[in-house]
């Protein structure tokens, strides 16, 4: 499957009006994410949020004192990011927009973020070097770039089922069959109740490596709950919990 039919299923599961209807009235800000925008996005200037949702951050971020253009693939997303917007007036400006096509002049914005482990939608590691090579490209020197992301290899939930799926497609190159995944993390789901049928969850060591390709510095780097406990990265305490995300801020 090539990275355009991807982005088709991940922005139809996202235009789904149950799954819309959720993001659309999310409005919470984690703990852990003010810590993150409140030390790295206070009063920076504009800031671009990518995969914005119902303007979930992109509120968060403009009560800070930027200017926000916030950009979702998922039209019915946008649209309740608009009905926020008319209710609650804010220096935003939502659009229906792809990441991966980034189309904005170089050095042009002040920070960028995709939060709530968005970056897992763009498939396997080339399509993320090659998405943050264009975030670093838009952003302007010093400036920085927030994500998070699942970890493939947190024993929480879906740890089985990683290490089944990871099994199958060693399988699949042992002996050359052909099969959806690509590589490992990459995860199709064709349940009927599954939010989005696409995922692709690269665990920490591979996003180092990825990083490490885009010319980007890692500025702060931690788990959700090293962040919630006031305490850095640990191998011990880290590599467990459903939600335990890694929260990552890049410099360019
Ligand atoms: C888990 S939701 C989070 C929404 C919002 N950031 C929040 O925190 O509430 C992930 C979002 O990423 C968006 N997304 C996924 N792939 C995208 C892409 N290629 N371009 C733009 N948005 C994308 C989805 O439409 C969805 O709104």
Redo the contacts with the bound molecule.
């Keep these: 499957m090539n990275s355009d039919t991807i982005?088709e299923i991940?922005?139809r599961?996202?235009?789904d009006k149950e799954v819309?209807k959720h993001?659309g009235s999310?409005t919470e800000i984690w703990p852990e994410?003010k810590f993150i925008f409140d030390k790295f996005f206070k009063n920076v200037g504009h800031i671009l949020?990518?995969?914005?949702?119902?303007?979930?951050?992109?509120f968060y971020l403009a009560s800070l004192g930027n200017k926000v253009t916030a950009?979702?693939?998922?039209p019915p997303?946008i649209e309740a990011a608009k009905q926020r917007l008319a209710k609650e007036p804010a220096n935003i400006e939502f659009y229906v927009?792809?990441?991966?096509h980034l189309d904005y002049s170089g050095n042009h914005f002040d920070g960028i973020i995709?939060?709530?482990?968005?970056?897992g939608?763009?498939a396997r590691a080339e399509g993320k070097i090659k998405?943050l090579k264009e975030v670093r490209r838009i952003l302007k020197q010093d400036k920085f770039f927030f994500f998070t992301a699942h970890n493939l290899w947190s024993v929480n939930a879906y740890f089985l089922g990683n290490i089944l799926r990871v099994t199958k497609i060693f399988f699949s190159k042992l002996f050359h069959i052909n099969i959806r995944e690509k590589e490992y993390g990459e995860k199709y789901d064709d349940a009927p109740n599954i939010?989005?049928p696409y995922i692709d969850i690269k665990p920490k060591k591979k996003w180092d490596k990825i990083i490490k390709q885009t010319e980007f510095k890692v500025a702060y780097f931690n788990s959700k709950y090293g962040i919630r406990d006031k305490r850095l990265f640990s191998v011990f305490k880290d590599y467990s919990g459903t939600s335990n995300y890694l929260f990552f801020v890049l410099k360019k």
């Design positions: 982005t991940v922005k599961g996202y235009t819309a993001y999310v994410e949020d990518i995969g914005c949702g119902g303007g979930r951050t992109s950009i979702d693939l998922s997303l927009k792809d990441a991966q995709f939060s709530f482990n968005g970056i939608y763009i998405f939010e989005v």
